[in-house]
């Protein structure tokens, strides 16, 4: 948003930052191209990890409770997310500078994400000595990004 208006950019894409490269990574994304954002740090990617590291398929909500009871492949998991989200956070923090920051879908749910080791975390990448920006939870759980879209609509 800019001026409380949307901003969708000269290419009407504004926002797509799930779909920006992560280095180090290789992993395939549904259109073809590989290491995105969205194949490390969105719930599936993190479903598909953990299926990978534990040989057991689970949900989300299953991982991060799983991860608090002290399950190593849950805790691995939810801490590469940690480290992966703040390193490309940190890159659209020390591009934009925004007011706050809304982490949204069922990863924006996982409490981890607004703590002071995932502040920490991005802190580690930020251009500046501080880090204040706030990081909020999506306010209609996971379903946001359909709300936004259905009043932009209207």
């Not at 390193?87 to 809304?102: F, R, W, Y």
């Amino acid at each position: 948003m800019v001026d409380d208006k949307p901003f969708e950019g000269s290419h009407g894409i504004c926002g797509e930052w799930g779909h920006n490269p992560l280095c180090g990574e290789d992993t395939l994304c549904y259109y073809g191209r590989k290491g995105y954002i969205e194949t490390v740090c969105a719930g599936p990617a993190l479903e598909r990890y953990y299926e990978w590291v534990s040989a057991k398929k689970r949900r989300l909500p299953e991982i991060a409770g799983l991860a608090t009871a002290g399950d190593l492949g849950a805790v691995v998991v939810l801490e590469r997310l940690r480290v992966k989200l703040a390193k490309t956070l940190s890159s659209v923090i020390n591009i934009l500078d925004p007011d706050a920051i809304v982490i949204g879908g069922g990863v924006g749910n996982l409490d981890l994400l607004y703590t002071t080791e995932t502040r920490d975390a991005i802190l580690s990448h930020f251009f500046n000595d501080h880090f204040s920006t706030p990081l909020l939870k999506p306010a209609l759980v996971d379903s946001d990004g359909v709300f936004g879209a259905a009043l932009l609509s209207a």
